[in-house]
């Protein structure tokens, strides 16, 4: 098998997991339904309202999901078991987020820095 073969193939499971793990049985969006990703920060916004986080997760060697989370006063914001702001996540940092996909977007609710 060719290593361009192999790739393809791998390429595929991890796509064929995200899909089984991430879409609903039914097919349409699931209203509160709760995911978690972890990845890298690579934007933070509270200058405007609602708040919002940016993380990029791996999904392959060369390819990666992003998702932008709207960060309310109920998101519970971690770092090393101490509660933090908002404003004090850099760009760059390693996080773990959960999130619930509601019919009018994405809510974090827990932001847990590494």
């Known amino acids: 098998m060719t290593r361009v073969r192999q790739e393809m193939r791998a390429l595929f499971a991890v796509a064929a997991l995200v899909m089984v793990f991430c879409v609903p049985p039914d097919g349409e ?24 986080i940016v993380v990029k997760t791996p999904l392959s060697k060369q390819n990666d999901m992003t ?19 908002l404003q004090t996540i850099r760009v ?7 999130y619930v996909k509601q019919r009018d977007g994405l809510f974090a609710r827990i932001i847990q820095l590494q």
């Open 92 to 98: 760059g940092e390693a996080v773990r987020l959960t």
């Open 29 to 52: 969006a699931a209203d509160g339904r709760t995911y978690r990703v972890h990845g890298q920060v690579i934007a933070v916004n509270v200058a405007q309202t609602p708040h919002m």
């Open 67 to 85: 998702v932008g989370a709207k960060v309310t006063a109920q998101t519970r914001i971690v770092r090393k078991g101490r509660r933090i702001a």
